[in-house]
């Protein structure tokens, strides 16, 4: 009962905007993924406040909302991806093959007379998080051989300090990916029936409710037990492919559920006890958390092989002994 009155509250306070999963689907997400992360990563990522804060830093994307209109109008787009029913971004042109960059996807957009702040650009989101959690862990890849094998004790001492800030930066670092990783794992943020069918062919009279919001937040806050997601994720993937593929198979594979889950909703699966609406959303949180795990693990298995620092150094050179990397880290200049 407290947390169906709790659930009636937060829905009267909700802002009109959506924000996806809400504050505790992106928690569940950002902690189940932590919780399940193998011996192979540094350890301090196993500590339990370590899962506590990236389960808080998983919301960040979303609590950031409402800063002043350049920084929503440059970042919201990057929650969202609005295929239709073809596979195509708002009826223009095709999502696969992904172009490399950006700059090239908002040129195709663009000559099919539409943009990417219209058609979102959330698979950039996640590759971006994802480089940049492989590069933070190049740093502490170098900072933690360094550290120590350093015998000056001023440099020493700066290694260690620079080590604790990296630490922080890849946990916070995690919580930006987590966010769009779990954004990714609702199908309505993948598609043009975002929030209701919306006006296009409906002849199979799926809901045009705003059911968004309600589905991801309320419903979710209601019903889904977040230690129940642990057992529901799936076997580690190592899919030994690009970041640019892993991501676009997994958004391919999530806007495949865009119709179950208006059929389901049809079905009655979202009223209250019905166990359908329950069943999907644990599921595709699960997938959401299990998607995070791989791609942690991902990121530190390429982070081995990056540079870092300026002049540049590969990080394979220094672990092999062969490059003392204080003045790239330091800085020189």
């Not at 698979?123 to 051989?145: C, E, T």
């Not at 999907?280 to 299990?290: I, M, P, Q």
Request: charged share 25%.
């Amino acid at each position: 009962m407290i947390r169906a009155l709790a659930a009636a509250l937060v829905l009267a306070l909700a802002p009109a905007q959506a924000l996806a999963w809400g504050n505790m689907g992106h928690r569940i997400v950002g902690e189940s993924a932590m919780r399940a992360l193998p011996g192979e990563v540094p350890a301090f990522l196993r500590r339990p406040q370590s899962v506590r804060d990236v389960g808080e830093l998983s919301r960040e994307q979303d609590r950031s909302k409402g800063s002043g209109r350049i920084h929503d109008h440059n970042r919201d787009a990057g929650h969202f991806l609005d295929l239709d029913d073809d596979g195509k971004l708002l009826g223009g042109p095709a999502f696969l093959p992904l172009p490399a960059t950006r700059a090239d996807y908002e040129k195709a957009l663009q000559a099919a007379g539409i943009d990417s702040w219209k058609a979102g650009y959330l698979p950039y989101s996640i590759i971006d998080q994802h480089q940049q959690l492989a590069k933070d862990f190049g740093y502490w890849r170098v900072l933690s051989y360094a550290a120590g094998r350093e015998r000056n004790k001023v440099r020493r001492a700066w290694l260690n300090r620079d080590l604790a800030r990296r630490e922080t930066q890849i946990l916070a670092t995690i919580g930006h990916l987590s966010h769009f990783v779990g954004d990714g794992a609702q199908p309505l943020h993948v598609s043009v029936h975002y929030n209701g069918w919306g006006e296009y062919p409906n002849p199979k009279g799926h809901t045009t409710a705003k059911v968004h919001g309600p589905f991801e937040s309320e419903f979710v806050f209601a019903n889904v037990d977040p230690l129940s997601i642990d057992a529901k994720m799936a076997a580690p993937v190592d899919c030994r492919c690009p970041v640019e593929q892993r991501t676009t198979d997994y958004l391919v594979a999530t806007s495949r559920l865009v119709v179950p889950f208006y059929e389901m909703e049809k079905a009655g699966g979202l009223r209250p006890g019905d166990p359908r609406g329950v069943t999907f959303a644990s599921e595709r949180l699960a997938a959401g958390a299990s998607e995070l795990r791989d791609m942690v693990v991902a990121a530190w298995r390429a982070s081995a092989k990056v540079t870092v620092g300026w002049p540049v150094v590969r990080v394979d050179e220094v672990l092999a002994g062969k490059v003392d990397p204080y003045d790239a880290l330091y800085g020189k200049d």
